[in-house]
């Protein structure tokens, strides 16, 4: 039997996820990064987009998150993310509704700080909505 991976989710709002797994792929600065059991000791900056986790039956199970980070060490990986939600959690109508809002906001002349909050929010709504296309795809 192939040796296992403890995966720990953590959100502003909630314990997500506390079991073992396969394998995880999530979203990083130059592309995504792949964790199995083993994978030395690392500490990355995790993007808004979506982890793809292969838990024990070998099935694959996507999450939206947003920006945080992943602490590996000893086969333990900890996500602490600013929010964590499976596909089936989305609200579509919200989820477009944010997309539009951030498009228009980006439109604007703004300062900087706020042409990045908008840009963040664009990021999370697209990768909701890419969780839930891809999801109902399936």
């Known amino acids: 039997m ?17 079991g073992h797994c396969r394998q995880i792929v999530v ?32 099935s694959w199970e996507d999450v939206v998150v947003g920006q945080g980070s992943l602490q590996v060490s000893f086969n333990r990986a900890t996500l602490l993310v600013e929010t964590a939600e499976y596909p089936w959690e989305i609200d579509v109508r919200r989820a477009e509704e944010a997309r539009e809002r951030a498009e228009e906001e980006l439109r604007q002349r703004r300062s900087r700080r706020e042409y990045e909050a908008s840009q963040a929010s664009l990021a999370r709504a697209l990768s909701r909505l890419r969780a839930v296309r891809d999801t109902r795809s399936m």
Do not use: C, W
């Open 2 to 18: 192939a040796e296992l991976l403890n995966l720990e989710i953590y959100a502003a709002d909630r314990n997500f996820f506390d």
């Open 27 to 58: 979203p990083v600065n130059d592309g995504t990064r792949g964790i199995m059991a083993g994978h030395e000791s690392m500490f990355v900056a995790i993007n808004t987009g979506i982890i793809h986790i292969q838990k024990e039956d070998e």
